[in-house]
Structures are given as C-alpha cells and as structure tokens.
C-alpha cells in the first residue's frame, strides 16, 4: 500500500513566524502535491512538484514556498505565517504518466495566532 | 464556470439509500472521482469512473455519468453510521490538474 505521511497532526505557530510542513511518500511516485482544504472551498492547489528540485505554482502559491530535495520528501515552508494560513494542510502523491490514482496523507491542522 | 459544484450537505437516516450529486467542468475529463474523508483524516479514494462508461457498480456504491450534462453521482445503498464523512468530487482535467469540488458532508442519523 502506498503510504503518504505529514509530519505533523496539529501545529500552532505565532504570525510572523517561518513554518515547515514535511510529507514523505514510500512508493516512488514523481508527482507530489500540496492543497489546503477550508470549509466549503473544497481542496485548491498550492505547490506541486513533478520530479526532484522541480516545482510549479499552483491556484493560490502566495505566502508558500516549497522544496524538493528528495524524491520521497515534499516540503511545504511558510515564510511568514498570517492568521489567514490557519487551514488544513494535506500532502498527495500520484505515481505520475498515466497512473492517475492520487493517495493523500492524513493532513496537517495549522493554527497561526 | 470553472469550478467542481456539489451541494455542502446532505442527511439521510440509517438504511436508507444515500444520492451525492457533483457537476464539473471540463468535457474532456477522462477520469472522475469520489473521495470519502473521514473526520480528522486525510481523503480515501473511494471509486473512479472513466469517461466512456456511463455506470460502476461496487458492493453498495453507484457511480452515474452523464457526460452530457457533466453531471455525475454516487449512491450509497444501505447506508450506515459508518458511511458519515465530506464526499470529494473531482475531475482528471485536460491539462493533467485533478480539481476538487467543495465537498458534500454526508450525516446519517440513527
């Protein structure tokens, strides 16, 4: 089974302050992707990446920055975090060409104050 | 538009049969969606459809397509306490993006 894991369940950081969000994948997959889910927007692309050091914006990439230094590590950074950055953060990874199933890790809760 | 719609709620009582309905936007979509997530955790895929199949059937689920309308539906028979979540429905898109919709959160009362 395809694993997708985030390093944190929950997360409370003060605005301002710089915020890591890891996701590791174990099956090898070239696609990896970071969304935020809030109530009735439904998921919206922030970051995804399609190789290693490669990275594209996605719908809403300001305030995020992202980094790929591993084929199995996707890392979502917050710069400077805003009260408007408390969300729900979850990492996917797809195997990529035309395998098209998307598996998710359990989410981050991120609370800015 | 651009957007994944589906309605946010729907409650159902505990048997009875359970229809989420979901519009998306793009007609060259090759594959459709259904994500179940269940509180506190990342989405599950639940099923997928391909675009030239009109139905998918699996244990109590129903995948509807209607291309013409792209409108597609999931229906959960017998359904269970177990069976409350948000639904996500999304589209494999022409240009290789899955778009979500806002999710349906699906209660089902006792």
């Known amino acids: 089974d395809v694993k997708v894991t985030q390093s944190s369940r929950y997360l409370v950081k003060r605005t301002g302050e710089k915020v890591f969000l890891e996701c590791v994948q174990d099956m090898d997959h070239e696609n990896m992707f970071w969304y935020r889910q809030d109530p009735g927007l439904g998921l919206r692309l922030i970051y995804f990446s399609y190789d290693v050091k490669m990275k594209e914006k996605g719908d809403i990439p300001e305030g995020y920055s992202v980094s790929r230094e591993k084929k199995e590590r996707f890392s979502l950074i917050l710069e400077s975090a805003s009260t408007n950055q408390t969300s729900m953060y979850l990492c996917?990874?797809?195997?990529?060409?035309?395998?098209?199933?998307?598996?998710f890790g359990p989410g981050t809760r991120l609370t800015v104050t | 538009g651009e957007d994944v719609e589906q309605s946010l709620f729907l409650s159902v009582r505990e048997g009875d049969s359970s229809v989420i309905n979901c519009t998306y936007t793009d007609s060259s979509s090759t594959y459709l969606y259904w994500y179940k997530q269940e509180p506190g955790a990342g989405l599950q895929l639940l099923t997928y459809?391909?675009?030239?199949?009109d139905m998918k059937q699996d244990q109590r689920l129903t995948v509807l397509l209607n291309k013409k309308d792209k409108h597609l539906s999931l229906r959960i028979a017998d359904t269970q306490t177990g069976d409350s979540a948000i639904y996500f429905c999304a589209e494999w898109a022409s240009n290789n993006d899955m778009r979500f919709g806002a999710g349906t959160r699906l209660t089902v009362k006792p």
């Open positions: 459809i391909f675009s030239n199949m």
């Open positions: 996917a990874s797809r195997k990529g060409g035309r395998d098209h199933e998307q598996y």
